[in-house]
């Protein structure tokens, strides 16, 4: 995994029109083709929008450049006492 660290390596992903920002950390692979991408972030408990769900359509971007589209596999909450993390992974329309 990656961290990010500015805007030329700003993750954004984009369901439904609506753009997804901040990442703590992004899987580093995402320019591969045919190849599985995730995404984690520290979220509210309620910030989930209805639109990010499995199956859903994606397009990933690196600053501004899409990197690919695709598709959301999975979403995994985890929440304890201090934490509450989002991570979303998928796989790109070439897989």
């Known amino acids: 995994m990656a961290s990010q660290t500015d805007d030329t390596d700003r993750i954004t992903v984009r369901v439904a029109g609506r753009e997804h920002r901040d990442w703590t950390t ?3 692979h995402l320019i591969t083709p045919a190849d599985a991408w995730q ?3 520290g ?4 910030a989930l929008p209805d639109t990010v ?3 859903a359509a994606v397009d990933v971007c ?4 899409v990197v690919l589209t695709g598709r959301i596999d999975r979403i995994e909450r985890e929440v304890a006492k201090g934490t ?3 991570a979303i ?3 790109d329309g070439a897989a």
């Open 53 to 55: 769900k499995p199956w």
């Open 43 to 46: 979220i509210p408990a309620d």
């Open 26 to 28: 992004y899987d580093s």
């Open 62 to 65: 690196l600053g501004q450049d």
């Open 89 to 91: 992974s998928g796989r």
């Open 39 to 41: 995404v984690t972030l």
């Open 84 to 86: 509450n993390a989002l």
